[in-house]
């Protein structure tokens, strides 16, 4: 079973529209979780990193879930310039290693 | 402030010659990570480096593969009679710590097409 798990879309929206995907990982001792975007040919960037209490930045939305081990991401009011590959990433507190999920692809639409 | 560099940005290479990428990470930043992400694909962790030493080798896929750090910056991927399965998007990344809240921040990549 692969540490980090996504639906790999691709979630076709309109312009407007509010999208939302889930991720979810295997180790119960994970304890940093973020997403990351990656657009074509590009190298990952951090979107946001998630917390314990769910967090917001904008239209971004990211929620946490550990009794069933899973992230969310939700994009509200999408954007034609939010259309790109997110990527969940989970960390073992302690640990150097970051696990990156394969990503899931969003393609918003004018 | 600059941001990690990775140099080139492309290379192509015929089968059983050797490269070398260069990855040179933000000030700094005490852990460095080199990926191998290939089309379509999530990132393989290949190796990290705290500091100048390598504690964990184990995501090198053959004994192709070596790295070296030096100075505590600059980081050298080379990879030895490279191979047509060995064409990827090898990505770079620093962190200031390797415990806690550990973000990483990526370079642009070396895109490696062997022939």
């Known amino acids: 079973r692969k540490e980090v798990e996504q639906d790999p879309g691709p979630f076709n929206v309109p312009e407007g529209a509010t999208v939302a995907f889930n991720c979810t990982y295997s180790?119960?001792?994970?304890?940093?979780f973020f997403w990351y975007r990656q657009d074509c040919r590009k190298e990952p960037k951090l979107l946001m990193s998630?917390?314990?209490s769910g967090n917001e930045d904008g239209r971004f939305t990211a929620q946490l879930n550990r009794a069933s081990q899973y992230i969310s991401l939700l994009i509200r009011d999408s954007k034609l310039s939010d259309s790109a590959t997110y990527l969940c990433v989970v960390n073992i507190w302690g640990d150097y290693k970051l696990s990156f999920g394969a990503g899931t692809t969003v393609t918003v639409r004018a | 402030g600059a941001g990690v560099s990775q140099s080139p940005s492309n290379k192509v290479t015929e089968k059983g010659k050797d490269v070398e990428l260069r990855c040179d990470p933000i000030s700094g930043h005490t852990a460095l990570y080199w990926y191998r992400q290939s089309l379509g694909q999530g990132l393989e962790f290949l190796i990290y480096?705290?500091?100048?030493?390598?504690?964990?080798k184990s995501g090198l896929p053959s004994d192709r593969f070596s790295a070296e750090r030096t100075g505590g910056s600059v980081s050298t991927l080379t990879i030895q009679r490279t191979q047509q399965e060995d064409s990827a998007v090898y990505l770079c990344?620093?962190?200031?710590?390797?415990?806690?809240?550990?973000?990483?921040?990526f370079g642009p990549g070396t895109r490696l097409t062997v022939l």
């Open positions: 990344a620093s962190s200031e710590r390797t415990s806690g809240h550990n973000e990483q921040f």
């Open positions: 480096f705290q500091g100048n030493s390598a504690p964990d």
């Open positions: 180790n119960s001792a994970s304890q940093s």
């Open positions: 998630v917390y314990s």
